[in-house]
């Protein structure tokens, strides 16, 4: 024990006093920021400014159309009107789209009653924004049309299809609380990319360690006074003690932050974020046992390798499950409780980015908690007793490439 302790400190003090752990203990939470308000700006920004002709043999329905459109501050739109139109005429608004002229217009075919049909002619096939705003000024207008047409006065119109906004509460424990979707959303992925990002940081620099030490032949000295068992153990105390620190710089840095006046000004409203006392504590565990999960398998997987290129072909493949994580985010924050969300939840390389998920939208229940933590415990006592037997004996081959076969030997030898 008293080895382990000493490379433990060994590794943690030569880590945190490293350039790379100030630099990115300042650097990741400017770039995470940067990335949020880059993200909020170009969301906002989508769709603005454009200069668009709504064209239509009805031309009242082109100036309802426009004027819903003018209405939306966020667009800042110029719509001009053309109508009524003929047919001839689409090619002349063709010309002008192509010559930059305008950024598209809007055709409303109106012929067929009761059956109106719209097409919106751009330059971009992906300006999703600005159609949306377009569909939604269509069917408002339409529905006003045919209110006027079936008799209702054009005063009354405005006051019948006024537009309800919908504020979500959730219930926890029969009380009912605020919520908010969007914050609830954003929330869930901070936290996760948070943990993930750190999790396959550290465990790719318990990887680097072995390779390093193995290349420069130090094992060979080490090995004479200690176990092999008690080196990969201080590695992983080590390293992952670095993170907790790191961890924990992070989170005084956002309390201070969160106490000051512009965070109240910042996370107010829809933008309002709250993290729970159970949701920190959560988040230590899955740290350590996520840590614990890929360190060591890329340590196991770096005592067959011997430098950074060959270990990092296999880093790919530690990251499918995070990609498989965030390939399900929008349908695990919106059916927490589904038994594709609960399944994923229960897999060990994915349950600290999907259960967070989870958490954020809705605390399941605390079995499923105490079965996730189990199932990864489990999984890395399982996973600990491999990579320790394939460290053992890979530490100290060299120039020759481990096959699975070399591997299963290596095992029996232990």
Known sequence: MRDTLLIAKREYLEQVRGKAFKITTILIPLLFVALVGVMTL?????????????????????????????????????????????????????????????????????????????????????DYATESRLQSAVNHALVAERLVARGIPSNEVEALTQR???????????????????????????????????????????????????????????????????MLAGKLIGIGAVGLTQLAIWAVAAALFASSALATTLLSGEFKVAVSTPQIILFILYFILGYALYSTLFAGLAATCDTEQELQQYTPLAAVPIWLSFGMITFIVTNPNSIWSVAISMFPPCAPITMFLRLASQFPPLWQIVLSLGLMALSVVVLLWISSRIYRVGILMYGKRATLPEIVRWLRYS
């Open 42 to 126: 170009a969301s906002r920004n989508s769709g603005v400014g454009k200069h668009l002709v709504v064209a239509s043999s009805d031309a009242a329905l082109a100036n309802r159309v426009r004027d819903q459109l003018v209405s939306d501050k966020d667009a800042r739109a110029t719509v001009d009107v053309d109508a009524p139109v003929a047919g001839t005429e689409r090619q002349a608004l063709l010309t002008k789209v192509d010559q930059k002229d305008l950024d598209g217009f809007l055709w409303l075919d109106t012929s067929a009653p009761d059956a109106a049909k719209a097409t919106y002619e751009s330059r971009s096939a992906g």
């Open 164 to 230: 309800v906004d919908v504020d979500t509460v959730q219930i926890k424990n029969g009380k009912e609380t605020e919520s908010s979707s969007l914050s609830t959303f954003w929330a869930a992925y901070a936290m996760s990319f948070l943990l993930s990002f750190t999790v396959i940081m550290y465990g790719m620099n318990v990887g680097r360690s072995v390779i390093q030490e193995k290349t420069s032949r130090i094992f060979e000295v080490m090995l004479s006074t200690v176990k092999a068992s008690d």
